[in-house]
T-cell receptor, first 112, second 115 residues
Framework: AQRVTQPEKLLSVFKGAPVELKCNYSYSGSPELFWYVQYSRQRLQLLLRHISRESIKGFTADLNKGETSFHLKKPFAQEEDSAMYYC??????????????FGKGTHLIIQP | DAGVTQSPTHLIKTRGQQVTLRCSPK?????VSWYQQALGQGPQFIFQ???????QRGNFPDRFSGHQFPNYSSELNVNALLLGDSALYLC??????????????FGPGTRLTVL
């Protein structure tokens, strides 16, 4: 069974400090990994996916297959980064791509 | 393009009743997925519809059923409602590429309360 674990329910850092949101996954094959973000009163939106290897809003995430992790990082946090962050996994079964499996989310608060 | 739209925004039902939630996908998308998000939890995959058929299903009972129409819009039906069905129901649309799908775009959700 596939599983996504986000160990921190809440993470509070000061503006300008580095941020790391942890994500570990369990899956027997080669999954796709995503980070979704939900700002206050907005809908869930894609932040980045591991296959695109992009940096979005200063965030990066590297897939570590050995440690089965996909941690989200940003070197200098900004107040507008305060939001709910979800790590998600998509596996593949006989019928093709599966639905997304989400972690429980980490509430990131950036203090001024 | 308004993106993914869902109706209604909020809904209150009593135990044992039946409910239908609706979703219109983003323009150009042909695949609709439904998720249940309980309070304090991440979204949980219910099922996915493509070409008017259920293509994938998560770990949800048969009380949860769906439909996709020729215009790609979709409905989620829940029968014999339980208190535990109270949640935010999210619809996500995407474009299928072979057996895979591109990025999923989420709607604002329908908040269902079961009393």
């Amino acid at each position: 069974a596939q599983r996504v674990t986000q160990p921190e329910k809440l993470l509070s850092v000061f503006k300008g400090a580095p941020v790391e949101l942890k994500c570990n996954y369990s899956y027997s094959g080669s999954p796709e990994l995503f980070w979704y973000v939900q700002y206050s009163r907005q809908r869930l939106q894609l932040l980045l996916r591991h296959i695109s290897r992009e940096s979005i809003k200063g965030f990066t995430a590297d897939l570590n297959k050995g440690e089965t992790s996909f941690h989200l990082k940003k070197p200098f946090a900004q107040e507008e980064d305060s939001a709910m962050y979800y790590c998600a996994l998509r596996g593949y079964s006989g019928g093709g791509a599966d639905g997304l499996t989400f972690g429980k989310g980490t509430h990131l608060i950036i203090q001024p | 393009d308004a993106g993914v739209t869902q109706s209604p925004t909020h809904l209150i039902k009593t135990r044992g009743q039946q409910v239908t939630l609706r979703c219109s996908p983003k323009s150009g998308h042909d695949t609709v997925s439904w998720y249940q998000q309980a309070l304090g939890q991440g979204p949980q995959f219910i099922f996915q519809y493509y070409e008017e058929e259920e293509r994938q299903r998560g770990n949800f009972p048969d009380r949860f059923s769906g439909h996709q129409f020729p215009n790609y819009s979709s409905e989620l039906n829940v029968n014999a409602l339980l208190l535990g069905d109270s949640a935010l129901y999210l619809c996500a649309s995407s474009l299928s590429v072979g057996t895979s799908t591109d990025t999923q775009y989420f709607g604002p959700g329908t908040r269902l309360t079961v009393l």
